[in-house]
C-alpha cells in the first residue's frame, strides 16, 4: 500500500498513544507550505499562521477536528473551507484501524476496452459491435441462466484493497443477468479464493469487490436469460475509498436514468470569487485532471471529468446529460453564492468543448482554454482525409450523439456548439484562448471562435503557436497557467503562487 502522509497538529505524540499502521507517516508540524498531506488531525487550537498554512497544506474532505478541540472561529472557518468533520477522541484508534488506508495518495480508475469481451460461441442471435459504445447482441438467449460472455483480461487486486465495479448495460424488458465475479489467488488459474454474482437489480448501481484474503485476479463474466436485446456498453473498475469519494476524497459521481456518468470535485477553497471550473481533457485513465494547478489558486475550484466511450465524449450528450452537467455547475455556484461573472471555465483540448459549450449557461467572467476544439463533427471528418487514424475515438463520438456517421450526422454535430453560441449573451464575458495554427484536429475553431464571439460583443484575447494539435502541449499549458494566473490577479484581484 501506498504511504498515507499524516499531519497531527497535538500536544501528544500520537506515535506513542497510538498503533499507527506502517505505510502511515505522521508529522507533527507544517514543514513546508508546499507539502499536501493526505490526512489532517487537529487535536489543539492551531495558531494563526498554522491555521493560514491548514489552507495550503490539507485536502478538502481529509481533515479532521477531535471533538475536545472545540468550535472557536478559526476552527470553524476550517471546517467549512476544508469540508472537515468532527471525530471523537475515543475514535481515533479506529479511524487508524479501519479508515485511513482509505486516503492513500494515488487513485486509479479505468473502462475495460470492449475489445476484450469474448462472446459465447454457442449464440446463435445478432451481434452488433459499436466501436467504444460496446456490443449489441439481440436474440434468444435461453430459458436458463447461462455465460453469454466474458472479459478475456483480469483485474489484479491486492489484500486488503477494495474496488468499486460498475457496468453500463441495457436491456429488453424480457431479459435478466447475472455478472459473475471470481477471485483466483494470484499466479494461479484454479486456486479460488472468492466469489460474487450480482443480479440485474444490483448492477444499476456501483458493486464493491472487498479483498480481505490475499492478493489475487479477477474473472469476470456475464450470464443472461431470456428474449430481446441487450447492450454492454463498459465495465468499469475503480480503486475504492469506501464511501469517502470517488477517484479522489470528496469525489462525486453522478448518472442519468440511462447510466451515463459525470465525475466532479469541489474544493471551496477560501470561499472568495472566483469558482475556477475546470474540464478535463481526453483520458483512457479514469479520475480528474487538473487538480495541482486549480488547488494552488486558493480559489474555490470545480473539477469536471467524464469516462464515456475510450475517454470522454465531449462533454454533450442528450438533454437529460446535458442538464445534470450544468446543474452541477449552477449548483456549487450557489452554494458560495456567486453568480456567472465570479466563475471561470476552463479546460485543454476536449476540456475546451466543455468550456465553450457550458458557457451560455453560466454567463462566466472569463472562459479559459488551450487547444480549443468546437466543431467535433470537422473533428470525425478529418478521420477520412485529415488525420487518418489518429483519433478514431472521434467517430465513436459522432455515432455516440447523433445516431449516425454521414455528412447530415457531421453538421449536426457541428451544430450543437454554434447554435448554443447565436443565443448568447457574451458582454461580460472575456476569453482567453491559445491554439495550434496548424491544428489537424480542428483547424477551424479558432476563427469560428473569433467570428461569433465578436458578433457577441465579447471580450478575447488569444495566441497561436505553430504545429498540430498536440504538438506543443508544454507551450500550451504554459501560457493557459500564465494567463489564468494574470486574470485571477488582474481581474479578481487575487494574489496566486507562482
Known amino acids: 500500500m501506498d504511504n498515507v502522509e499524516v499531519l497531527v497538529l497535538s500536544t501528544e505524540d500520537w506515535n506513542e498513544l497510538y498503533r499507527v499502521p506502517d505505510y502511515v507517516n505522521i508529522s507533527d508540524r507544517i514543514e513546508s507550505e508546499d507539502e499536501l498531506y493526505d490526512v489532517v488531525f487537529i487535536d489543539r487550537a492551531p495558531s494563526y499562521r498554522e491555521a493560514e498554512l491548514l489552507g495550503k497544506v490539507s485536502k478538502a474532505y481529509s481533515l479532521f477536528v477531535i471533538d475536545r478541540v472545540g468550535l472557536s472561529f478559526t476552527i470553524k472557518n476550517l471546517l467549512t473551507s476544508r469540508k472537515g468533520i468532527f471525530i471523537p477522541e475515543f475514535g481515533i484508534q479506529s479511524?487508524?484501524?479501519?479508515?485511513?488506508?482509505?486516503?492513500?495518495?494515488?487513485?486509479?480508475?479505468?473502462?475495460?476496452?470492449?475489445?476484450?469481451?469474448?462472446?459465447?460461441?454457442?449464440?446463435?442471435?445478432?451481434?452488433?459491435?459499436?466501436?467504444?459504445?460496446?456490443?449489441?447482441?439481440?436474440?434468444?438467449f435461453g430459458e436458463q441462466y447461462r455465460q453469454i460472455l466474458y472479459w478475456k483480461n483480469s483485474i489484479p487486486i491486492k489484500e486488503g484493497q477494495c474496488l468499486d465495479m460498475y457496468l453500463e448495460f441495457t436491456h429488453s424488458p424480457g431479459i435478466s443477468l447475472i455478472l459473475s465475479v471470481s477471485q483466483y489467488k494470484s499466479g494461479s488459474i484454479s486456486t479460488l479464493q472468492q466469489?460474487?454474482?450480482?443480479?440485474?437489480?444490483?448492477?444499476?448501481?456501483?458493486?464493491?469487490?472487498?479483498?480481505?484474503?490475499?492478493?489475487?485476479?479477477?474473472?469476470?463474466s456475464l450470464k443472461a436469460k431470456g428474449k430481446g436485446k441487450l447492450t454492454i456498453n463498459g465495465l468499469h473498475d475503480r480503486h475504492s475509498r469506501r464511501g469517502y469519494g470517488a477517484f479522489i476524497p470528496g469525489g462525486q459521481i453522478f448518472r442519468t436514468s440511462s447510466g451515463e456518468e459525470i465525475f466532479c470535485y469541489f474544493d471551496p477553497g477560501d470561499m472568495k470569487p472566483p469558482l475556477n471550473v475546470y474540464f478535463s481533457g481526453y483520458k483512457t485513465r479514469e479520475g480528474f485532471e487538473g487538480y495541482n494547478l486549480m488547488k494552488k489558486f486558493g480559489a474555490p475550484f470545480l473539477l469536471i471529468a467524464e469516462g464515456r466511450l475510450e475517454g470522454g465524449s465531449f462533454y454533450m450528450g442528450d438533454d437529460e446529460y446535458e442538464k445534470l452537467l450544468s446543474d452541477i455547475i449552477h449548483k456549487h455556484m450557489d452554494e458560495l453564492g456567486f453568480d456567472g461573472n465570479s466563475v471561470i471555465l476552463s479546460g485543454l483540448s476536449m476540456g475546451t468543448t466543455g468550456a465553450l459549450y457550458y458557457s451560455p449557461d453560466i454567463s462566466p467572467g472569463a472562459v479559459i482554454i488551450g487547444k480549443p476544439l468546437a466543431s467535433i463533427g470537422d473533428v470525425a471528418r478529418a478521420e477520412l482525409y485529415g488525420r487518418p487514424g489518429g483519433f478514431p475515438t472521434s467517430l465513436d463520438v459522432l455515432y455516440h450523439i447523433t445516431g449516425d456517421t454521414d455528412e447530415d450526422a457531421i453538421n449536426r454535430l457541428n451544430s450543437k456548439l454554434w447554435d448554443k453560441f447565436e443565443k448568447a449573451d457574451f458582454a461580460d464575458t472575456l476569453f482567453v484562448i491559445s491554439y495550434m495554427i496548424e491544428d489537424d484536429y480542428d483547424i477551424m475553431a479558432h476563427d469560428r471562435l473569433i467570428e461569433h464571439l465578436n458578433s457577441a460583443g465579447a471580450r478575447v484575447y488569444s495566441k497561436g503557436l505553430h504545429g498540430r494539435h498536440n504538438d506543443n502541449t508544454g507551450g500550451i499549458v504554459y501560457w493557459f497557467s500564465e494567463r489564468y494566473r494574470q486574470i485571477l490577479k488582474d481581474v479578481y484581484k487575487r494574489i496566486t503562487d507562482e
Open 195 to 220: 466469489h460474487w454474482e450480482f443480479d440485474r437489480a444490483r448492477l444499476k448501481d456501483v458493486f464493491c469487490i472487498d479483498n480481505q484474503y490475499g492478493n489475487g485476479n479477477l474473472f469476470v
Open 95 to 140: 479511524f487508524f484501524d479501519n479508515e485511513i488506508r482509505n486516503f492513500y495518495p494515488k487513485p486509479y480508475g479505468e473502462k475495460y476496452n470492449p475489445k476484450n469481451i469474448i462472446l459465447y460461441p454457442g449464440f446463435e442471435g445478432d451481434v452488433s459491435w459499436k466501436g467504444y459504445s460496446g456490443v449489441e447482441l439481440k436474440g434468444d
